[in-house]
């Protein structure tokens, strides 16, 4: 990966050229290694490793069995921050009472991570309110979703969103941000626009044929799913639930 190429003023660097005073000791060369690894199946947890330097931040990337689950998350409760050196750290925060999910995408991502997933206090409207957040590293690999899903600082829905989602990516959308309602279920998607919610629903009705429509609460949109759409899509959501949430499938 030290050898990746990055275009800078007309000249070709690598990853030491453009890092000349990162540590290049920080990992130790290995040439002995002949096994053939299926890609991203040995990535074991980074938690309590010494400070990652600029080049091993730049040799890491997402890989592609994680993206679903990222998108799903992002669209929903997990949120992304970007520092002045262009890299992206990822957020994701839910109550107390689903502590295991958090832990459950903790598990995923803990080859991400510096740290253990924290007990938060949040102060609304004088009661206080006590959540667990994980957070990763800051990447620049992360750096391409806060440009799919931010612009100028706000999330939005990514224009892109058709190619994105999946049944991963929707059950983690439902797992973070469903909510029954009967045998149907609701999005939260109050922080979005009417219009964004109705680019969603048009991707839910084209991709997954899904009844869908828009339900005003306190005046802010949310995406309604159907009975009878969330028993048809059950079994292709199930594989990708954690246990703990499988109750907002009706199971």
């Known amino acids: 990966m030290t050898s990746r190429i990055i275009l800078k003023n007309k000249k070709t660097l690598n990853l ?3 890092f000349p005073r990162s ?3 920080y990992l130790p060369a290995n040439n ?3 096994a053939i690894v299926v890609w991203s199946s040995n990535l074991g947890s980074t938690v309590n490793y010494p400070q990652f330097t600029s080049i091993v931040r730049h040799m890491v990337n997402i890989p592609t069995n994680l993206r679903s689950m990222l998108g799903g998350l992002l669209i929903s409760d997990a949120w992304l921050e970007i520092n002045k050196l262009g890299n992206t750290r990822f957020f994701f925060k839910q109550s107390m009472a689903h502590s295991a999910f958090v832990f459950f995408v903790f598990n995923r991502l803990s080859h991400f991570c510096s740290s253990y997933p924290s ?4 102060s609304i409207k004088g ?3 006590k959540g667990i957040c994980l957070n990763t590293r800051a990447y620049p690999c992360l750096t391409e979703f806060y440009n799919m899903f931010y612009v100028k600082g706000v999330k939005i829905v990514p224009l892109d969103l058709y ?3 999946d049944f991963e990516f929707l059950a983690y959308w439902i797992m973070s941000d469903g909510s029954k309602a009967g045998n149907a279920l609701y999005l939260q998607t109050q922080s979005f626009t009417v219009k964004e919610c109705a680019f969603i629903i048009s991707i839910l009705i084209h991709k997954f044929n899904l009844e869908c429509s828009i339900h005003m609460q306190r005046k ?3 995406i309604y799913i159907s ?3 969330m028993k048809k899509i059950r079994a292709n959501l199930l594989p990708f639930f954690q246990p703990s949430m499988v109750y907002k499938l009706n199971i």
């Open 16 to 18: 030491l050229e453009r």
């Open 23 to 25: 540590n290049r000791n």
């Open 32 to 34: 002995q290694c002949k």
């Open 119 to 122: 007990i938060t206090t949040t």
């Open 127 to 129: 009661y206080k309110f």
């Open 163 to 165: 190619e994105m989602v």
């Open 220 to 222: 802010q949109p949310t």
């Open 227 to 229: 009975a009878k759409s």
